[in-house]
């Protein structure tokens, strides 16, 4: 073989393995600098909602031998209830949703305008996460605060947390709702993916059982469809946990005050990295800097697992229309 | 070639003027055919001249693909189809396709399929014994008795067949039609779903697709020979290979 | 053989469920299948029209002619900011993900290589943004000395684009006939022959498409570039250690400050990206329909 054919495939091979040294490095280098808050924190960071960045103009003081602001204290309670509870919200719309049409793309719709509906979805993907943000506060939150929020407080306060004062509109159904439709086109795109791998000789099959477009629909969806349908799922949740932007814009970005009700206004992980990151800077012990990049560190692990789950059970061959397309 | 033997057999199903055409094609031009009871009535002829599509348009399968324009009348048991529901229908008529299309699940749940959708407030036990009756009137019940749990899709090529057809007999369909069983499977396989359809006759009506000659020599009792969408020769098994018919001639000899 | 002839007198009745009630649900499912789907419809279209109408009844001229931030002057240096950095982050992740995607499908590389490498694309696309946002901080801005600058976003927004491509890439390599490529091995033909003779021909229009669905991407992201890119309020003088402007950064922050001119602007970017973005997606999807 040619010198230069060598040269070019193990170039080649360097370029392959450089998504793996990216990965590895913002791994160990998030997880570098989050060193001075495992050791400060320990296991508070995990049991304590409070947020504070300490004073800056008092003498920093020594902990488990590391230098912090006198008085800082980090957790990450309030901003994991957040990240969860909106992704859980986003997920609970976006599910049934995504099932919906896809079962009207495959079965009900002439197939004539599937291809046409399929890619007006996928549009929602498209939007960036800014302009859902915008559109949230001008258009949603508003909507949310003067109209359903407040016929929400006044007719289901049987349900618990929905009762009490309504704030701002901003919140956790602002960022559900909005992740919810970040997310509808990946999960429906998967969905939509593994009806059209089932044969159509099975289609047919159980149709000339007499089965109706319904009971075949409800029969895909917990056979051929189920593990691409929990994998997508996944996916979609993965998206939401780290999701940034829209979230930061809608969420009301709050700290240290635990939500009373579904109406308060929330902040997550990813919002709170975001958002924190300003005033980190001006930390002279670097403390500030190191608690977010631990609160990255499991955001990281929270949303890569799930993710990693998702395309597991979906699958590669369902996924192909997501990613490519 | 008239059909003088057969006028004392019952007719299940009469198709009167039955057109199927696509924007740029006819399938079927105004085809008149009957399907006699308790017999095997097959439907010969080359691949593309219709007789999938004839099948189809017998369970109203064909309502689904809007591509499809159906024109004329199909009457089962003197009823026009139309004026069935399609669920009904299907119901009464079975479908076995050419490939063995079992569901990615249990040999049982493939069975049960069809009464857990269409069957009313079943016990455990009724169920059991119509899917055990099922699976023996499609000659599985010995072969596959205790192993009911096993996935459907672990079976053989011609046990799949037959699960098929015993998820089709489970409804207690008046009809069954075959969109030629046989091809898709080796010699012995083929050889019981033979016997399996010639046993059948006794308890339904068959209507048997294919273009397998000697298959149709073995099994059977009208032989309709289609072509470019028409039927160009109908008759019992005998006057059939005997007809004089000049297409009936060539396809014979094209067969063998 | 014999049929067990159980029809008559043994077997058991059995009754059908009504098909009304069967019925009634299917028309159920597919009543409120379309009103999901009309309703998603209707929800994308008011926002393609708000945000086109309060973009297009704000924006002049001057503001898409002169650079300022959100409280003064106009976008064009987010303008070109954003495009700049989108080129950038091309720069940085075409290279890779070309010749990577060359190495996994090469039959004859290592196969535990080239699945490790799929794997860590995969995970790598489910990085949160702000993570690679806080890395880039940390590691190129701080610890590498780069400053906020074009290179420091550049490189952050590749972090995204490199998983993505790869895979598009991936894929319109795997399309390409078997036959094609075994052929021009057999007539001798070495791997850079193959590589820029059959794969890079064959799979253009995957790769021009992806690389569009890229573009299209990275103009709409924000949180890589909050701390990598910064701010400015005209364009870059360098590589390094010069903030660099962009239309989501306008989108953010104008918002958010109380001014109704700063609110303008934001509606304004919103509807440069909006129109960017979905023209993108379009003419993407076009080229690989037109093949």
Known sequence: MKASNRVFNFFTF??????????????????????????????????TYLWNPGFQFQAPIMKHGVLAPAGSAFGLDLFLIGTLSTSALAILIAFPVSFLISLNVELYLPSKIKKVMISMIELFAGIPS???????????????????????????TFIPGFGGEIYS????????????????????????NSFDTVPMDVKDGLFSLGATKWEVGKYLMTSYSRASTVGGTLLGLGRALGET????????????????????????????????LDSAFTDSTGMNLAAL????????????TVSLIGRKIAGRGVLRGYESD | MEEKSVEKVEKIIEIEKLKVETKDKVILDEVDLNIFKNSVNTIVGPSGSGKSTLLKSLNRLLDMDTSMDVSGDVLFEKRNIRDFDPVELRREIGLVFQKPNPFPMSIYDNVAFGLRIQGKKLKKEDMDKMINQALGDADLYEELEGKLKQSGTSLSGGQQQRLCIARALVLRPKVLMFDEPTSALDPIAKGKIVDLIRALKQKYTVILVTHDMNLTRRISDYTNLIYDGKFVAKGTGSEFFESEIEEVRTFLEEAD | MRVTNSYVGKQEELKWKKVSTRKIKDKIANGLSYVVLGAMIAILASIFIYILNAGASHVTWKMLSTYGNTSSGGVLNAIVGTWMLVGMGLLFSIPPSLLGALYIVNAKSNGTISMAARLFTDVLTSVPSIVIGLFAYLVLVIKFGMGLSLV??????????????????????????????????????????????????????GILSGILLAVSISAGETAQLIYSAGFNNALPTGFLHSEVAYLTYVVWTGINEPTAYSHYVAFASAMILILSVTGLIIISKYIVRRK
């Open chain 1, 14 to 47: 360097l370029m392959a393995i450089v998504p793996a040294v990216v990965l590895i490095s913002i791994i160990v280098f998030v997880l570098y600098y989050s060193i001075p808050s495992i050791r400060y924190n320990s296991w508070s960071f995990f049991t």
């Open chain 1, 130 to 156: 800014v302009v859902y943000g915008l559109w949230g506060i001008v258009v949603l939150e508003p909507l949310l605060f003067r109209n359903v929020e407040p016929w929400m407080a006044q007719h289901l």
């Open chain 1, 169 to 192: 509109g901003a919140g956790l159904i602002a960022s559900g709702i909005i992740l919810s439709f970040m997310i509808i086109p990946i999960v429906t795109s998967i969905i939509v």
């Open chain 1, 245 to 276: 932007m829209a979230v930061l814009m809608v969420s009301g970005a709050v700290t240290n005050i635990l939500p009373h009700n579904f109406y308060s206004a929330i902040n997550t992980m990813a919002a709170a990295i975001a958002s924190l």
């Open chain 1, 293 to 304: 990049a631990e609160l990255a560190i499991v955001l990281m692990l929270i949303s890569l």
């Open chain 3, 152 to 205: 420091a976003g550049g490189l952050a927004l590749s972090v995204m684009m490199l998983p993505y491509l790869l895979r598009i890439i991936e894929i319109s390599f795997r399309n390409i006939p078997k036959e094609q490529i075994e052929n021009a091995y057999a007539l001798g033909a070495d791997d850079i022959r193959v590589a820029s003779r059959v794969y890079l021909p064959q799979a253009k229009v």
